[in-house]
């Protein structure tokens, strides 16, 4: 009943390589995120995603390609891996309505590109 | 860039004692948020105050908003050993539809 999910949860990887991360939510929301966390636990938002559209891309390289199949996915794709996408990236969905604005969070996935 | 400040960084109390953390931030907001991360887990959601609130309590927390200072407080009562977490605020953003959040303060309670 995990509200929302992510694979995998650790990533490890050679510089240059492609990998996805995969986000699913069960929760019936419209509204999905990626965002990337350092190391310095400084967490900044990458792509937003509303009913499968493309609503935010915040100047995050094109090696990074976000993918809604459905509103409850939101995958994220990332070409030729660099040293400095290690990080751990965390997906959210949103709901909000006039009583309150939540976001739920996944558990992460920790990339680390060697 | 817009993302906010928190104060302290770091803490450390004993068990039972009070908790609290400061955040400030620098555009105009509709509402301001905090969430709470255990180590290696997500984010969660813990309050929300709207722009138009001064004060907000939820159990053992107490949340206050000052929007001439673009200044909020997260206060936890009579802090547990699982408090301990790193406590985000986190502002939300109308035009841009996002939340932005602060660096953090890591909270550690001692028993």
Not at chain 2, 37 to 55: A, C, K, M
Request: net charge positive; with cysteine.
């Amino acid at each position: 009943d995990t509200a929302v999910s992510q694979t995998p949860k650790y990533l490890v990887t050679q510089m240059g390589n492609d990998k996805s991360i995969k986000c699913e939510q069960n929760l019936g929301h419209d509204t999905m995120y990626w965002y990337k966390q350092d190391s310095k636990k400084f967490l900044k938002i990458m792509f937003s995603y509303n009913n499968k559209e493309l609503i935010i891309n915040e100047t995050v390289p094109n090696r990074f390609s976000p993918k809604s199949p459905d509103k409850a996915h939101l995958n994220l794709h990332i070409n030729s891996l660099e040293l400095g996408d290690s990080a751990v990236y965390f997906c959210a969905s949103r709901f909000s309505d006039r009583y309150t604005d939540t976001q739920y969070f996944g558990p992460g996935t920790r990339l680390t590109v060697l | 860039s817009q993302q906010g400040e928190e104060d302290p960084q770091a803490l450390s109390i004993q068990e039972g004692e009070n908790a609290t953390m400061n955040c400030s931030y620098k555009t105009s907001i509709n509402n301001l948020q905090w969430y709470r991360q255990n180590s290696g887990r997500g984010l969660v959601h813990l309050i929300l105050i709207r722009s138009n609130e001064r004060e907000k309590h939820s159990g053992r927390l107490r949340v206050t908003l000052d929007t001439s200072k673009k200044s909020s407080s997260l206060l936890i009562t009579a802090s547990r050993a699982a408090d301990t977490a790193s406590y985000f605020c986190a502002t939300f953003d109308q035009g841009a539809q996002k939340l932005v959040f602060g660096q953090g303060t890591r909270l550690t309670i001692n028993p």
